[in-house]
């Protein structure tokens, strides 16, 4: 069995009592349609032969006044037909119940995975290919699941009404297989030609996702300046592609179901002249054989149209697959069961850290203890090792030697979600919600608590700002806090690490983006909270750690540095004396 054929029965397997509903229901309708078709034939007899009763296999069921045998298989005609209209709604409504479901299940299992994959891996994916897994591809597999199921449908539908067909005429049956042969071998030609131009639009439609993104996202940098029309070139480059492909693709499938429809004609002529000249074993059997074959060839069309259609969505199954399959292999190790407790020390032990495929180590041998309470400086050159240091601190990342202390307990051994959860983070570029300002300060609190929410505001010095917005917490900051300037969002964040009520407050380059007097509204804030949690700041605004108990200086993945700022600071040798000397000529 071919790759595709194998993927859709997986996937139909997710599901497996939809699937054999939908199946069924479309042979019942199928059965109850055909019985009800062949019904007409004693009735047609009598109607044209004008005659006494008739004998045959179709006869027994008919009363003997004859004024009634015709009115009867109009009446069992008309009941069947209506059971097999029920029947194929009831179909229908399964096979879109079971579309949405593989949807679902999909983006589940793809959110699951990306999630839960290890941050090194994470960060090598591209931001379209991500959009495309959670939105695109999951949609994509759905309607490929249910147009193929709709296919092995109407495929069983077709074998009901070919018994049927039987019954009536064997040799006009086989001659409705050979139509049948042809249309799959059309298919079969066609499908390998629609299958290359799916691949392409998978893959022109993951580049749109990832342009998008670096258009709109930097909108701001490309408007300022005037690079607007070289964006919508861009842009406008991948859409033509992609009208291209989808055009062509689309084509395919018209084409084929023109021909298909044209040979369905050609068979009619051909039959009805067969049946002129008597061959098809009395005019009612041959006229009843023609309304069967009318319903026979749609399910026929439906049957090879299911399957191209299931072919050309398939390139998504196996773009999901592959990427699902990826976050799956490089999954963050599920760490350990004890409750994480920092009461006395963070403690660094001989920690080092190679990304993968690096030649040299990120982080070399380095020890160091953080006090619970106090509040750690750390800065250095650019590609010092500081972000590592505070993502193996999150357990984003997992040292390749030495061990990372929660007083005494290795963070191996530690519920990782329960330590995350006593974290506080503020990045360079905090995340912002479109949303209120309480939504953002209580990100993830399904209640948020507008009292706590005024506190963290007040401490991270933005509740003035915040109450002179238009609806105050009510107010909606948009997309990435597009209303807010740059010092505000820092302040929005910080309100919100302290929402968490953390226990380690993680700031990594709060102040480098701000202005003077943002910056100075930020360190005040961060002065105010100090002793309240243990603080550890990056920053290259050596200013920001001033306030600090300590500076720590890493250089080349190496402590280099470690004292209060007025000792660092006496001495000339040291990397803050030479950090302040740099700045301080700029």
Known sequence: MSSWWRDFFRLAGWFPGLTIAAVALCCAA??????????????????????????????????????????????????????ASIARFSAEAVLLRLRTEIEHRAR??????????????????????????????????????????????ALVASLAYLTVALSISVRLTLYTVAFGLVGAAMYVLVGRWARRHADELSNILSSIGERVSEIFFGLKFIRSTG?????????????????????????????????????????????LGF??????????????????????????????????????????????????TL?????????????????????FKDVSYKFPGASSYALADISLAVPVGEAIGLIGASGSGKSTL?????GLLAPSNGSILLDGVALSDVDLLKWRRRIGLVQQDTPMIHGTVLENIAWGDASPDLTLARDCAEKAGALAFV????????????????????????????????????????????????????????????????????????????????????????????????GAWSQLAARPDSVLSRMLAVQQTL
Not at 286 to 306: C, E, K, W
Not at 327 to 344: K, M, Q, Y
Not at 390 to 394: C, F, K
């Open 30 to 83: 199928a059965v109850l349609e055909g019985i009800g078709l062949a019904a007409l034939i004693p009735a047609l007899d009598v109607s044209i032969a004008g005659g006494e009763r008739p004998a045959g296999p179709w006869a027994w069921w008919l009363p003997s006044d004859r004024s009634s045998w015709a009115l009867l298989g109009v009446v069992a005609f008309v009941t069947l037909a209506g059971a």
């Open 275 to 324: 049946t002129l000249r008597g061959g098809a074993g009395g005019v009612p059997a041959a006229l009843v054989f023609l309304g069967v074959f009318y319903r026979l060839a749609p399910r026929l069309l439906a049957v090879q149209d299911g399957f191209f259609q299931a072919r050309t969505f398939h390139s998504w199954v196996v773009s999901w697959d592959q990427r699902r």
């Open 227 to 271: 690079l607007v029309p070289e964006a919508e070139r861009q842009a406008n480059s991948l859409y033509e592609s992609w009208r291209r492909s989808f055009f062509v693709s689309q084509l395919y499938a018209i084409g084929t179901r023109q021909s298909f429809e044209l040979m369905g004609l050609a068979f009619i002529a051909v039959f």
């Open 108 to 153: 589940e299992i793809m959110g699951h995975a990306l999630l839960k994959s290890a941050w090194p891996t994470f960060v090598t994916l591209k931001l379209g290919d991500i959009s495309k897994a959670q939105v695109a591809e999951g949609m994509q597999m759905g309607a490929g699941t249910q147009v193929f199921v709709q296919a092995l449908g």
């Open 467 to 562: 109450e002179a917005l238009p609806a105050g917490f009510e107010t909606v900051i948009g997309e990435r806090g597009g209303r807010l300037s740059g010092g505000q969002r820092q302040r929005l964040a910080l309100a919100r690490a302290l929402y968490r009520r953390p226990e380690l407050l993680i700031l990594d380059e709060p102040t480098s983006a701000l202005d003077s007097e943002s910056e100075a509204a930020v360190r005040a804030a961060l002065e105010g909270i100090k002793g309240t949690c243990t603080m550890l700041i990056v920053a290259h605004r050596l200013d920001t750690v001033k306030f600090c108990d300590r500076i720590v200086a890493l250089d080349a993945g190496r402590v280099v540095d470690a």
């Open 327 to 347: 976050a799956e292999a490089a999954v963050e190790p599920p760490g350990g069961t004890r409750p994480p407790r920092l009461e006395h020390r963070l403690e």
């Open 390 to 394: 505070l993502d193996l601190i999150t």
